[in-house]
Structure formats: C-alpha cells, structure tokens
C-alpha cells in the first residue's frame, strides 16, 4: 500500500492567495483527518470526515479554510485568501474504524 | 478543556542511556492513548494503549498507561542516535478525535 499520499510536499504562495492541499487515505479508509503543525501549537486537529462526511470541524480556523471529501479516496484542504500566519506544515491522515492514524508526508505551506 | 500534556520538552542523552517520556492527558470520554515517532515528516505509528497496567514492548522501546492516574510513560533502554526524534503521544476521545501533545525532542548524542 502506498501510505496515505498528500500534495504538494512544498507551496510557496503570497498573501491573499488561494491555497488548495490534496491528500490521498489509504485505499479502505474510512476516517481522514487535517491537521496543522506549528512550533508554537503543536499538531492542531482542523476537521476530520468519517465515510467522505464531515464530522467535526470545530478546529478550522476560521472561514478562509474549507475542506471537502468528495469521494473515499480523495479530500482538499483549501484557504482562501491566504495569510502568513497561516504557514505550517499541513498533515493528513486516515484510519480505519478510528484506530490508530496514519499520516502523510505533509504539505509544508509558506505564506509570504 | 481538554489536554495532553508531555514532558520533558527536550532531552539530550548519550548512546546506551536509558530515558523515560512522559504523558499526562485530561480529555472527555478518554478511548485509548497513542504513541508516535517522529523524525523528518510524517509522525509514525509505536503504540496504542487501552488498558491499564498492561506494558506494551517492541525492541527497546516499551509503553504503559495508568487510566486511575492519566498518565503513560514511554521508555527507551540502550538508546541510540537514530533514536533522535520527537516523541507525540496523543488521546483518543469522543469517539474519534486525537488530542496530540506538544511532543518531547530526544537528542541522543554518540
């Protein structure tokens, strides 16, 4: 199995743009999850989707992040206009049945 | 409000050293504890705890938990330079969230 898959590994943006993150879960997933990782917070949970449904996205920041999962095997992160307090590493993971998580390589996104 | 707690912050030891990693969490309907690894990227997957008491091991590296007290320890015998990473822990609550601490850094030097 590949792991769960995410693009880009890196994107440079200026302020205001869009930003949109893929991210692949392992084939037979029925759980994903986003998370953001900073120095200063750690690995936040921004939103997570259980059979491609949003469950809880009491962690998305405000109303400039949006995800979707318009299918099992496919989800986007995306921030719109983008700002340099949102650079972070971005990370997403699946599981199955909500055992344990497995992550992607992450989206190491800069902001300037 | 909920929180998992990890410290040390930091921990520079030498190879062959012994060293323990703790975790502390207060999360609503608690469902089990993890343990991650992470290096470069991508944290990995070490151990999952749901009961108390009952150690968990893979090579040198072993876990508990304490459900009374809140708390699991990772540790590390004979630690070597690719031991050098940061540990997560994270608790499993409400159903399917994962509460993640701030992580320990291990510097294990030769």
């Known amino acids: 199995d590949a792991g769960v898959i995410q693009s880009p590994r890196h994107e440079v943006t200026e302020m205001g743009q869009e930003v949109t993150l893929r991210c692949k879960p392992i084939?037979?997933?029925?759980?994903l999850f986003w998370y953001r990782q900073t120095m200063m917070r750690g690995l936040e949970l921004l939103i997570y989707f259980n059979n491609n449904v949003p469950i809880d996205d009491s962690g998305m920041p405000e109303d400039r992040f949006s995800a979707k999962m318009p299918n099992a095997s496919f989800s986007t992160l995306k921030i719109q206009p983008s700002e340099p307090r949102d650079s972070a590493v971005y990370f997403c993971?699946?599981?199955?049945?909500?055992?344990?998580?497995?992550f992607g390589s992450g989206t190491q996104l800069s902001v300037l | 409000e909920d929180k998992v707690v990890q410290s040390p912050l930091s921990l520079v030891v030498h190879e062959g050293d012994t060293v323990t990693l703790n975790c502390s969490y207060e999360v609503t309907n608690f469902r089990s504890l993890l343990w991650y690894k992470q290096e470069k990227k991508a944290p990995t997957f070490l151990f999952m705890l749901t009961s108390s008491g009952i150690e968990k091991k893979s090579g040198r590296l072993s876990s508990i938990l304490d459900k009374k007290e809140l708390f699991s320890i990772l540790n590390i015998t004979a630690t070597q330079t690719g031991d050098s990473a940061v540990y997560l822990c994270a608790a499993k609550y409400n159903f399917n969230k994962f509460y993640f601490g701030s992580g320990t850094k291990l510097n294990v030097k030769p």
């Open positions: 084939s037979g997933h029925d759980y």
């Open positions: 993971a699946s599981t199955l049945d909500g055992e344990k998580l497995f």
